[in-house]
Nanobody
Framework: QVRLVESGGGLVQAGGSLTLSCAAS????????MGWYRQPPGKQRELVAV???????NYGDSVKGRFAMSRDNAKSTVYLQMNSLKPEDTAVYYC???????????????WGQGTQVTVSS
């Protein structure tokens, strides 16, 4: 079984900052990528940032220049530093991991439970 523990959401004023974290654990042999997605109220889930193992981060257009994703491989944890937050960043933020649970098996996906980020104007 895989477990993703997300933390760091909350309420912040426009222009402020928050840092989200997501720690992966469980039956993971290798991680292909970890990423952040968000779902604003009444809208579809969208990409925020995804970091492939050994690659560079890909950011959604709406967060480029404001958000930064990093990864601590030793802890299988990713972070999302969110700066210059806007009311339109209000959403539930989800962590996703793509992983293998054995050396020859397929790549699987697992989503975290989500953490609420609310930006007040």
């Amino acid at each position: 079984q895989v477990r993703l523990v997300e933390s760091g959401g909350g309420l912040v004023q426009a222009g402020g900052s928050l840092t989200l974290s997501c720690a992966a654990s469980g039956s993971i042999v290798s991680i292909n990528s970890m990423g952040w997605y968000r779902q604003p109220p009444g809208k579809q889930r969208e990409l925020v940032a995804v970091l492939p193992s050994g690659g560079s981060t890909n950011y959604g257009d709406s967060v480029k220049g404001r958000f930064a994703m990093s990864r601590d491989n030793a802890k299988s944890t990713v972070y999302l530093q969110m700066n210059s937050l806007k009311p339109e960043d209000t959403a539930v933020y989800y962590c996703k991991v793509e992983y293998s649970d054995d050396y020859t098996g397929p790549i699987r996906s697992y989503w975290g439970q989500g953490t609420q980020v609310t930006v007040s104007s």
